[in-house]
């Protein structure tokens, strides 16, 4: 293995460097002995409807409940058609075969590689019950356009928010043009845990009452049930949770700073690179590039150093668990095909130095040299 000299990840330096608040947070929750369901689980989902800007958010475990109790709560029954892209995560799928409907994914548009709304206008039928767009990378979506559609054909729309903590659109926040906003707190997102974490965030009493209930068993009141589920979040991962939503704004900013200093070094050469457009901030969850060449470069930026992945080489489609019939959807999301093949992140987090950033830059401008 070759020495690393650009990350990926930096869990442990982002520790280190708030390290006297988190422990400080810990050892509170620990030494209250209430850990479930307890004050500290109370006041982060304050401080996140809070920052949100929305009436409510409910801790969950996951982010992957966060979608499918959401879609729930929403009345999804076996049968509803959802619509969302090929190109996500697999949980944005997965969430909704969960929730027992099917999912139908439209193509991405090339240039922000989100959701495309004419393509998602299109694929609406009798069954379509709601849109699920993403905000792939830490861009958002344009919800102005989804959100007029689904209005249009009186759909629900849940944004997927994995990615996108801490974005807005051109004059909108996120949960102001849906009915829900779905968030993931697993560490390597931009607002993580040490562990697993999610939140449904709404305007809507209903969708956050559903959440509370569904998430204890079914419960409100003590031994009284309808049947749920278990998705509690943890007072621990509220605790962190809360202490890290005070830098995400710094944190963001800084994660900007880096995606520049990238778009910057990078300019005029043959990989195709990320856009923000006009009005939208963009907080790179990861920052991907793009290659018809992206197997070999990929070995290569590893070999020198640069520690690569790839978000998400394989699309929902093209996965054996996908359940609803592969060959019908190929043909119709192209972009989202191209992007699995030719996509690659680079090493993006608030504490990557510039000399690392930098190094990043120099081996990818010398690998186009050689490769042109
Ligand atoms: C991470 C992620 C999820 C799932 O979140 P978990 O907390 O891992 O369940 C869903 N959708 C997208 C786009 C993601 O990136």
Not at 29 to 41: C, I, K, N, Q, R
Not at 115 to 124: G, M, Q, S, V
């Amino acid at each position: 293995m070759p020495e690393i000299k650009a990350p990926f990840y930096g869990h442990v330096r982002q520790y280190r460097s708030i390290k006297k608040e988190l422990d400080d947070a810990i050892l509170k929750v620990l030494e209250s002995g209430a850990y479930v369901m307890g004050p500290a689980l109370k006041q982060f989902e304050q401080d996140l409807s809070k920052y949100s800007g929305r009436k409510y958010a409910c801790g969950l475990n996951s982010g992957t409940d966060a979608l499918w109790l959401a879609f729930m709560a929403l009345g999804v029954k076996p049968g509803d058609e959802i619509i969302t892209t090929a190109n996500t995560f697999f949980a944005t799928a997965e969430a909704i075969w969960i929730a027992g409907a099917k999912a139908v994914l439209v193509d991405c548009d090339p240039r922000t590689r989100n959701i495309d709304p004419r393509k998602a206008e299109a694929a609406i039928t009798k069954r379509t019950k709601g849109i699920v767009p993403v905000h792939l990378y830490g861009l958002s979506a344009d919800m102005k356009a989804i959100s007029a559609i689904a209005r249009k054909k009186k759909l629900w729309v849940v944004e997927d928010n994995a990615q996108g903590i801490d974005g807005h659109g051109p004059g909108w926040k996120q949960g102001e043009l849906s009915d829900a906003v779905a968030t993931s707190f697993i560490i390597q997102k931009n607002l993580g845990t040490f562990g697993d974490g999610g939140a449904v965030v709404t305007d809507r009493e209903d969708i956050d009452a559903y959440c509370r209930k569904m998430r204890n068993h079914g419960s409100t009141v003590r031994s009284v049930h309808s049947f749920g589920f278990n998705s509690r979040l943890d007072d621990l991962h509220a605790a962190i949770l809360s202490v890290k939503l005070r830098h995400i704004t710094r944190w963001t900013d800084r994660r900007r700073e880096i995606a520049a200093r990238y778009t910057a070094g990078l300019r005029g050469t043959s990989f195709r690179l990320p856009v923000e457009p006009e009005g939208y901030r963009h907080v790179y969850h990861v920052y991907v590039i793009e290659h018809p060449k992206r197997d070999q470069l990929e070995k290569d930026m590893l070999a020198a150093g640069v520690d690569v992945k790839t978000h998400y080489p394989i699309a929902i489609h093209q996965q054996k668990g996908f359940p609803w019939g592969k060959k019908a959807e190929v043909k119709r999301v192209p972009h989202c095909v191209r992007n699995a093949a030719q996509c690659l992140s680079l090493p993006m987090f608030p504490e990557l130095t510039d000399p690392e950033a930098d190094y990043t830059i120099e081996q990818l401008v010398a690998w186009d040299k050689a490769n042109r």
